[in-house]
């Protein structure tokens, strides 16, 4: 779990940037939040980590860690068998909403309990896993915040890619350890490449290690790489992107962020306005809104984001019609 004293210095920096809202919370009571990742915990925080996005957004709604609030986070460091264990763990502690993030994280809370709130945040069919009853009324003890809408824009941006790279024959794409998000994403990336001209290479990370994964992607002979929409590729996103930047690769994300730092397009939403939906829900059933009764919040506001300093660096000239189609361009 995260060293307190680590997440304190990170409230001790949002306090200091004056940042702090007039919502104020009750004086005399200690709200306790609970946090249930299959992630390790990131050895440095950075400020886009959900730890930081978290860190602010609650205080900007007037909870104060170490007065009326404490955020307890738990990270499985990759095993899924400890997630039981975890949520058990914070069942017992007493938290007042679960913050379960991916599908095994959500299974093991709902197994530890019935009656603490808990909000899910991942890329995932709620519906289809038999977490919620339908996502405009969750139904039990459940609600929560998805990374992209009803589908998984795969052919969306399978269609970019290829107008990003016309000559685009074969395309990597890469996926987490835990295949939960491949199964999710593939079915419909194998429909729509035949009438793209497109052959794919699905390639799964293995041991943490993305420099062997990349000797994998590159024996594929790939023109280009997709990179699927799974926050394991959000927490890992720099070493992928170094890879795409050395081995020359278009590669296109889910995260408007994950461009910004040198991956070359995306077509999706902010994940930082994600986690900070997050928040919201949790500051809702804090206040007393019902999670059964509170609809699974999906994003709207999709873009494309392209980075034409990283189309320089990997000798790609991004046509004229795919940067007239982007929403922000990186120079």
């Known amino acids: 779990m995260t060293d307190r004293r680590t997440f304190h210095r990170i409230l001790g920096g949002v306090l200091a940037a004056g940042v702090i809202g007039a919502r104020a919370q009750p004086a005399n009571r200690v709200y306790r939040v609970g946090v249930l990742r299959p992630t390790p915990a990131p050895p440095t925080l950075d400020p886009v980590s959900a730890e930081v996005v978290w860190a602010k957004a609650f205080a ?48 093991a809370a709902l ?8 909000v899910f945040f991942g890329n995932f069919d709620p519906v289809a896993a038999g977490f919620v009853q339908s996502l405009a009324r969750p139904g039990r003890n459940v609600t929560g915040v998805l990374i992209a809408p009803e589908g998984t824009l795969g052919a969306k941006k399978l269609e970019l890619l290829k ?3 016309p ?23 194998r429909q729509a490449a035949p009438a793209l001209g497109l052959d794919l290479a699905l390639i799964s990370v293995r041991n943490r290690d993305i420099g062997d994964t990349f000797v994998r992607i590159v024996a594929t002979k790939p023109d280009a790489l997709f990179v699927m929409a799974d926050t394991y590729f959000w927490t890992g996103r720099r070493p992928v ?33 994600r986690w900070e939906q997050v928040a919201s829900f949790v500051d809702r059933i804090l206040k ?38 982007a929403d922000e361009v990186i120079r």
């Open 241 to 273: 992107i170094a890879q795409t930047l050395r081995h020359r690769l278009a590669s296109i994300w889910e995260w408007r962020e994950q461009v910004r730092e040198g991956g070359l397009m995306s077509y999706g939403t902010s994940l930082v306005a």
């Open 167 to 189: 000559s685009a024959r074969r395309v990597a794409v890469l996926e987490a350890e835990d295949p939960a998000m491949g199964r999710l994403q593939m079915p419909e990336l």
């Open 60 to 107: 900007h709604m007037g909870y104060l860690e170490g007065r009326n609030f404490h955020l307890d986070q738990r990270y499985a460091d990759g095993d899924p068998q400890r997630l039981q264990a975890l949520a058990r763990d914070l069942v017992q502690q007493r938290v007042d909403v679960i913050v379960a993030v991916a599908p095994g994280a959500v299974r």
């Open 111 to 118: 197994e530890a309990t019935t009656t603490i709130p808990i």
């Open 288 to 325: 007393g809104a019902k999670p059964g009764e509170t609809p699974v919040d999906q994003p709207t506001n999709l873009g494309l984001a392209l980075n034409l300093a990283t189309a320089k660096a990997i000798g790609l000239e991004a046509p004229q019609s795919l940067v007239l189609r």
């Open 163 to 165: 107008l990003a790279v």
